[in-house]
């Protein structure tokens, strides 16, 4: 057996008491290509962001072992000296800059103390783009010019201009088409034989299996298991049997009295654009439906196309060169505001509540009627304070927002009471059709539960609900029906009985790289 | 249900903290200039010498609540002025008209910068410093450098006149009894209004303000109030300055706390792609709050104009740095999304009791640049730090 290069032993790291890693172990060996795989949320990038320094030492519990010595990283300059250099999966270079200069961002080449050296910046970055195979382009060329795939092999020559021993990558190929992939896959076996040690995260187990020579799968924030290539059972089930493999406990809320309706909303043949390259298809012809007091999830990975369709479909939020037809209890309706959605009686709450969800500096009250405002709560422009207040006071009891009173400050809300002030703003607009965007990231488990109950208690009065989630147990436990979504078209539809983590993973696996890419 | 949760609260201190700091700053220079600064002349001048500030730092307090600011309005206001005057000195255009006028120039610089702000992306420091240097050039160009002037009575009285007083003898001087009467309103319309509010509060089951905290409040605020209306009947009874600048600080103080629009405006500075998808038309908000901000300007122009019985192309010139400071002063937040018209008011009379308590002590105009700056920086850092304590 080859040499250790890198040992994390007994790592636990919690976040205002929540464990996000529970005492994790992953040991890799000098040159090989070691995969991290696990459920959204389980904690790789956590624990990527402990190897890195990015949590500086003394936040977590556990030690670093890095090439025989105990390391205490205190910032990300310290792992880098060591020779740890990790690609996150937002791409880190600076649009404007160029090629050049990006590879050397942060590390630049300089002559006398703080002048650049721009005969060394090209030189050497001439040298580190070699290793990715990009030695001819135009160093000189602002790094936007480059497409998307390039831009990653950008970060990785800006890596090995570091002099990187052990290359961390996550998610690499997330936003590369399938040829920019097998590319990059490539570049990392060729990087392998320059004896770099690479650590991989990736959901797309097909290239895991490729190229990965041992694979450490981590779920709910433990180490399970760590396989090797020509030791263990190699294949894309025996992963996907890791990764989902625990036993469902009672954590959602049974949905009972809620019969099921009439079509409230239909979708037809739905396509986007993305915003900036307007050659590049997002959404490819979507087709859903849902009906009265139904629960329909929409299933998938992260950048599936999720919620770019809940988002172009929101009052044209996202993309362009949006095509489709949308129809409300039989009748088309137009979409093209946000406006126009709400008064047709859609609602739309974001993944990222912080960000498109509330104004984190105003009080309860204020956020909850902030989109109900011009419907329901003013007489003309003048504002209706007293029914605001009797409504948001009754709505917080409702869904049980725990704070002082509806004039508390939102930003100093706890994640899950965020998300049901959230909740209730949408609720207000008294929508026949609730489209939820990873209603339940990042809070504890008794908000969730309360969160489902909400969603329950919505579909029994006939409302239709769309439940994004990149939780396959989340589809599984409140959805009626739940479509797969994949590399932005509808990889599959399940019945309540067809649904498991298995089916979800193979409606995946099955299109990936089926689409015609272009 | 009943709830066992405690019905008062403690009163909000930050939001008066700037009022309190200007009764400090008036006590300080009150001692410094052995009383001269509360005489009826000076009250009544601190309301002259300032109310095309306070009318600037409405509009502009709009504009700080969407995260940016306007340059322009110092340009408005003098191309505003020198049509106005211009217009009625030379052509002999009827005042109301030419007025008229002044404003409607002031909508079309607004709307000018408006479109490119709001339809164009173009961010609002670049457009409104075009639209400085333009409005500047234009007025210098319209006036050929020269000042328009004298103003009739009836186009300067709005700067400089006063409503009818009934006077009576008091000690050495006389009394305004229609200065006492607005005392008076005023004085009950707050405690009225301060008892409804605990009258809704108690019916719907809301906190109230720990009442003693609340009486100490209200006394002060009433002190004020009195101090105020005695020393202006003492001199020559009410300014129509004060008319003005009351309608407009009731108008806006009104709209962005009780309508929609005020409404959106705040949740579009405090979070514009949370606004965005709640369905409000984000770029709607950001035209009309320019082009009222241009209105507002060409109203501060002709009010400035009338004080000071003309119009030249130097006037105004680097007040918007006047009224972006009121408004920082006064609590805005330079992020957007917080801030209030009757802040934003005091903030204007911080900086109009400095100006004329420093000039009153002899210090000269350079240096009291220097410690305008300072109490602007030292607002702000104390709102910034006392946050982050909270937070």
């Not at chain 1, 959404?283 to 929409?298: C, Q, S, T, Y």
């Not at chain 1, 809940?310 to 362009?320: R, V």
């Not at chain 1, 049901?420 to 488990?445: C, F, H, N, S």
Request: with cysteine; net charge neutral.
């Amino acid at each position: 057996m080859s040499e250790i290069i890198l040992e994390m032993s007994h790592i636990t790291k919690a976040f205002s008491g929540v464990k996000a890693l529970d005492d994790v172990n992953l040991k890799v060996e000098k040159g090989e290509i070691h995969a991290l795989c696990g459920e959204n949320g389980a904690g790789k990038s956590t624990l990527m962001n402990v190897l890195s320094g990015v949590y500086p030492f003394g936040t977590y519990e556990g030690d670093i072992i890095y090439k025989g010595e105990t390391c205490k990283f205190h910032r990300i300059k310290d792992s880098e000296e060591k020779g740890i250099v990790i690609i996150h999966q937002e791409l880190a270079l600076s649009p404007y800059l160029s090629i050049a200069e990006n590879v050397f961002m942060g590390n630049e080449r300089t002559s006398m103390k703080g002048v650049i050296d721009w005969t060394e910046t090209r030189g050497r970055a001439k040298e580190a783009l070699a290793h990715v195979g990009l030695e001819n382009e135009n160093l000189n060329a602002p790094v936007n010019t480059l497409g998307v795939g390039k831009q990653q092999l950008i970060e990785i020559a800006k890596a090995m201009a570091k002099n990187v021993d052990l290359l961390i990558l996550d998610e690499p190929t997330a936003a590369l088409n399938d040829e920019e992939s097998q590319q990059l896959l490539d570049i990392m076996l060729d990087l392998k034989k320059k004896g770099v040690t690479c650590i991989i995260i990736s959901h797309k187990l097909n290239e895991i299996e490729r190229v990965a020579d041992s694979i450490t799968i981590i779920r709910d924030g433990k180490t399970i298991e760590t396989l090797r290539k020509g030791i263990d059972e190699w294949s894309e089930d025996r992963i996907i049997k890791g990764m989902v493999g625990r036993e469902m406990s009672n954590r959602y809320p049974v949905r009972d009295n809620c019969p099921i309706g009439e079509v409230v909303m239909e979708v037809k043949n739905w396509s986007c654009y993305h915003p900036e390259i307007s050659d590049m298809q997002i959404l490819k012809d979507i087709n859903i439906k849902v009906r009265a007091g139904e629960v329909v999830g929409l299933a998938g990975l992260m950048g599936a196309g999720r919620t770019e369709f809940a988002m172009s479909l929101f009052g044209h939020s996202y993309g362009q060169k949006i095509s489709g037809e949308v129809y409300m209890h039989g009748k088309q309706i137009s979409t093209k505001t946000v406006k126009d959605a709400i008064d047709n009686k859609i609602a739309y709450t974001s993944e990222d509540r912080k960000t498109y969800g509330l104004v984190l500096i105003n009080d309860i009250k204020t956020n909850m009627t902030m989109a109900a405002l011009r419907g329901y709560y003013a007489n003309g422009q003048i504002v209706d304070e007293r029914k605001e207040n009797l409504d948001a006071e009754e709505y917080k009891k409702k869904i049980n927002v725990k704070a002082t009173s509806i004039h508390q400050t939102v930003g100093s809300l706890s994640g899950g009471n965020q998300q049901k002030v959230v909740l209730a703003k949408w609720m207000m607009t008294q929508p026949d059709v609730l489209i939820l965007d990873e209603p339940t990231r990042g809070i504890d488990v008794g908000a969730k539960y309360e969160i489902y109950c909400a969603i329950n208690d919505m579909a029994r009065a006939g409302k239709a609900i769309i439940v994004i989630s990149s939780e396959m147990q989340e589809i599984i436990g409140t959805c009626d029906r739940a479509y797969v979504i994949n590399e932005g078209r509808i990889a599959g539809e399940l019945t309540k009985e067809e649904l498991s983590q298995e089916s979800i993973m193979k409606c995946i696996m099955d299109s990936n790289g089926k689409g015609d890419n272009k | 249900m009943e709830e066992n949760k405690k019905k008062y609260v403690n009163l909000d201190l930050k939001s008066l903290g700037m009022i309190v700091a200007l009764v400090i700053i008036f006590i300080i220079f009150f001692v410094l200039t052995k009383g001269s600064n509360a005489t009826p002349t000076n009250i009544n001048n601190l309301i002259m010498q300032n109310g095309y500030i306070i009318i600037l730092a409405t509009g502009m307090l709009l504009c700080v609540l969407t995260g940016y600011i306007d340059l322009g309005v110092g340009s408005v206001v003098a191309l505003g002025a020198a049509c106005a005057a211009k217009l009625v000195v030379e052509q002999g255009w009827a005042v109301p008209l030419a007025w008229l006028v002044a404003i409607g120039i002031g909508l079309a610089v607004g709307v000018f910068a408006g479109f490119f702000i709001a339809y164009l992306d173009i961010p609002p420091f670049v457009v409104t410093l075009a639209t400085m240097l333009m409005g500047r050039g234009l007025t210098y160009t319209l006036l050929k450098s020269l000042t328009v002037g004298p103003l009739p009575q009836n186009y300067a009285f709005i700067g400089t006149g006063f409503l009818p007083t009934i006077k009576i003898t008091m000690g050495e001087g006389t009394l305004d009894l229609v200065c006492v009467a607005v005392a008076i309103i005023v004085s009950i319309g707050l405690i009225v209004t301060e008892m409804k509010n605990i009258r809704t509060n108690n019916k719907y089951g809301f906190a109230n303000i720990v009442p003693w905290q609340t009486a100490v409040k209200d006394i002060v605020i009433l002190v004020i109030v009195w101090f105020f209306f005695i020393r202006l009947g003492q001199y020559n009874g009410i300014p129509i300055q004060l008319i003005v600048l009351g309608v407009i600080v009731a108008i806006y103080q009104f709209v962005t706390s009780k309508t929609v629009a005020g409404r959106q405006i705040y949740a579009m500075g405090g979070n514009a792609k949370a606004a965005r998808l709640s369905g409000i038309n984000t770029k709607k908000v950001f035209f009309w709050v320019y082009v009222n901000m241009g209105v507002l300007a060409s109203i501060a122009g002709i009010v400035l104009s009338a004080r000071q019985g003309g119009a030249n192309p130097k006037m105004g010139d680097g007040i918007e740095m006047d009224a972006i400071a009121s408004c920082y002063i006064g609590g805005a937040a330079a992020a957007g999304g917080v801030g209030t018209v009757i802040g934003a008011v005091v903030g204007a009379l911080v900086m109009g009791v400095l100006n004329n308590g420093m000039s009153m002590c002899g210090m000269s105009t350079d240096l009291q640049k220097v410690v305008k700056g300072a109490v602007l920086l030292g607002a702000v850092v104390l709102d910034v730090t006392t946050k982050k304590k909270k937070g």
